[in-house]
């Protein structure tokens, strides 16, 4: 799903706590958000860069599978902090380096408004 | 403080923690290496063996170490002398681990908040819970006397994080228990410890007054008028912060005031409000004046004899941290809540107070240093400073150090900048490893005068070689600076190798940024000094000559030193010090 994509989720995503789930800034605020948190465990030269483009994981990425599983643990909670409900970011084939939604940041983004948007209430 | 090694050894992975603490940007920075996990006693036995570290941290989990929790937790009978065994098998292995590090620190056990356990039995009878409760208290207890092994509260990070705090996801995914927030907590902890043992810890608390200590602005409103105490929730939350600076002081941390005020206003307020808990016979030294509190605090931390580097400064004002901060930055400024609810709760919270050993110096400094301040009245009204040394009384007493006074000798060791020869820092294991040949020897000097007793306060040890000797760690505590107790530790240590037939009494300089008061006395102690090799040299064919203003008490056995201070201090007229 590219960006445009996700716009075109905001009207249809409904939220029990807030209603701006769809709303790719506010999804981008909770991961860059998530990456600042993990840049404090990485060593300078390491850390992730606050950007729709940037590699997380895979080829051209800097984060191994600890700090990836960091970062999911990380991203999850802060997601359920904004949202209200409880995200899994580990289903849908989440590891592999080519088509899984944690290669950037922006399928990340894609990938979370979709999570919203399947939700039973977000009819 | 750079190049410090840390190994971390776990049954669980501990690689986040382990980037925490070398990635982070507080002090001290730290190289890093992990075990593997899984094998914590091999890698306690391997310890020698890896990479030399400073320090070791172990973290484990309470039924790895003891099997026998293991089926507590799964609710099978079990016997509890059995569980407190295997806790003092695994006390016993850090014993022996600890001689091959500086520190070792070991966490103590938790269990995830959602590990209900017995439930409303957990603390009566065999409840899971008491069990732990127990098994924490007998490693503790089996610790207790290893003053090498330091043992952290991993509830602590455990309850900062809350009901995240153990993440099944991470156990599942990479073998890691915890969420990273819990490894940032206890990285903030082990670094917070870490300087503690180096003996980095802050020791002066400044602290501003209007709007900090108390409410309002005591000028405009008389002191009559203040908030503080009474039936008013910010009165008694000013109070509550006073509270806890004066449970600061109580641990040995010393406080100045630094106030923009008219001075006779302010200490007005101190003395006669009736909630004050804090008295002008709690602070060690004030500035209370319209000048610039940088300028403010550079004169308090030289009255004090201390380092900006161990100051913490405290004031409600944005504008006078910010400008503390630019001017000083070696002082800690936190940053500072405009809710002033949460003063006290912010103060308590701060780390950089952690000492490794809190001994009776530390506990009576306030003491120490009001007996400083009417030594230095005396200095005033007393003419010449001949004159003034010999109206203190003072009075040295020598003991060759033992285990009793070892926590304080390693800490005077560690914390003392100034007067220090070779700025040695040690462990107390590496000190009674360093004592073991019968060639070398340490010295403990305890100071006293007529203003009160300023306790340990001097280390002087030596080694012998080749018929000479060369004073490995000359220390002495800035308070007792410049009262000839320099001149009498040499000359003890002159006597009695002298006593022994030695040729020559030796001391290296080794320079840093901090002992140049340390230089500036060797070179007026009348020994010998070869620029080029920082070396000073004394022939022992002559008698150093003990300082006529002190009266030294020694150890017994050591009559023959004795006997020469007493000569010495007779024939007053010789003297070789040029200051």
């Known amino acids: 799903m590219t960006t445009q994509g996700i716009k075109s989720l905001e009207s249809s995503v409904k939220q029990p706590t807030r209603d701006r789930t769809g709303d790719l800034d506010d999804v981008l605020r909770v991961i860059y958000d998530s990456i600042s948190d993990l840049n404090l465990q990485l060593p300078e030269d390491q850390r992730i860069r606050k950007s729709l483009s940037t590699v997380l994981f895979g080829a051209g990425g800097t984060l191994d599978s600890l700090g990836l599983a960091n970062f999911i643990v990380i991203a999850e909670q802060k997601l359920e902090e904004s949202y209200g409900f409880r995200v899994d970011l580990t289903e849908d084939d989440p590891f592999s380096p080519t088509t899984g939604h944690f290669r950037t940041v922006e399928s990340l983004a894609t990938y979370v408004t979709s999570l919203a948007a399947r939700r039973p209430d977000s009819a | 403080m750079i190049g410090l090694k840390l190994h971390l050894i776990s049954d669980f992975n501990l690689e986040t923690l382990g980037h925490y603490l070398a990635n982070g940007k507080a002090e001290p920075q730290l190289s890093v290496s992990v075990a593997p996990f899984g094998q914590v006693f091999p890698s306690l036995l391997q310890l020698s063996q890896a990479e030399n570290p400073d320090f070791a941290l172990v973290w484990t989990s309470p039924q790895k170490i003891a099997p026998t929790f293991a089926n507590a937790l799964n609710h099978e009978s079990v016997d509890e002398d059995r569980v407190l065994a295997e806790v003092e098998q695994f006390a016993k292995c850090l014993r022996e681990s600890q001689n091959h590090v500086r520190a070792l620190f070991v966490v103590s056990w938790t269990l995830p908040l959602y590990q209900r356990g017995d439930g409303i039995l957990n603390l009566k009878g065999k409840g899971l819970r008491?069990?732990?409760?127990?098994?924490?208290?007998?490693?503790?207890?089996?610790?207790?006397?290893?003053?090498?092994?330091?043992?952290?509260?991993?509830?602590?990070?455990t309850e900062t994080v809350g009901k995240n705090a153990y993440s099944p996801k991470l156990w599942y995914l990479t073998k890691t228990p915890f969420h990273a927030d819990v490894f940032r907590a206890a990285a903030s902890d082990v670094k917070a410890a870490i300087s503690a043992v180096v003996g980095a810890s802050r020791k002066l608390i400044v602290v501003d007054l209007d709007n900090t200590m108390w409410g309002g602005v005591v000028g405009d409103l008389g002191w009559q008028n203040l908030r503080l105490g009474g039936h008013d929730y910010l009165g008694e939350a000013y109070v509550d912060f006073q509270r806890a600076l004066k449970s600061l002081r109580n641990r040995g941390i010393l406080l100045a005031i630094a106030s923009k005020n008219e001075e006779s206003v302010a200490l007005e307020a101190l003395a006669k409000h009736p909630e004050m808990v804090l008295r002008l016979g709690d602070i060690a030294a004030h500035r209370i004046n319209w000048n610039d509190k940088a300028a403010n605090i550079s004169e308090l931390v030289a009255e004090l004899n201390l380092g900006l580097q161990s100051v913490v400064f405290i004031d409600d004002n944005p504008v006078e941290r910010a400008r503390v901060r630019e001017a000083l930055p070696e002082v800690l400024v936190p940053e500072w809540p405009d809710d002033k609810t949460l003063f006290a709760s912010h103060l308590l919270a701060l780390d950089c107070f952690d000492s490794a050993y809190v001994t009776l110096e530390d506990k009576s400094r306030h003491q120490l240093y009001a007996a400083e301040k009417q030594r230095d009245q005396s200095r005033e009204q007393i003419g010449s400073a001949e004159e003034w040394l010999r109206s203190l009384n003072?009075?040295?007493m020598v003991v060759e150090s033992g285990e009793a006074d070892r926590a304080r000798v390693v800490q005077l060791m560690n914390k003392t900048n100034q007067m220090n020869l070779s700025t040695r820092r040690v462990s107390e294991l590496e000190l009674r490893t360093w004592l073991q040949p019968d060639t070398r020897k340490l010295w403990a000097f305890r100071v006293k005068d007529r203003f009160g007793d300023s306790g340990l306060t001097g280390i002087l040890s030596l080694e012998i070689q080749s018929g000479a000797a060369q004073i490995t760690d000359f220390v002495l505590s800035c308070r007792v600076m410049g009262r000839n107790v320099e001149h009498a530790m040499v000359a003890f240590a002159a006597s009695y190798c002298r006593s022994l037939g030695l040729s020559e009494l030796r001391a290296d300089y080794l320079p840093t940024e901090k002992n140049k008061p340390c230089l500036t006395f060797w070179r007026s102690s009348g020994f010998l000094f070869d620029e080029g090799e920082n070396r000073f040299t004394w022939p022992l064919s002559m008698p150093y000559p003990f300082p006529a203003s002190i009266k030294i008490h020694q150890p017994s056995g050591a009559e023959g030193v004795q006997a020469e201070a007493l000569r010495d201090q007779e024939d007053e007229s010789r003297s070789v010090f040029t200051d």
């Open chain 2, 130 to 157: 008491k069990l732990l409760l127990k098994m924490n208290l007998k490693l503790a207890e089996h610790l207790e006397n290893s003053t090498g092994i330091f043992l952290l509260d991993g509830q602590r990070w």
């Open chain 2, 394 to 396: 003072t009075e040295l």
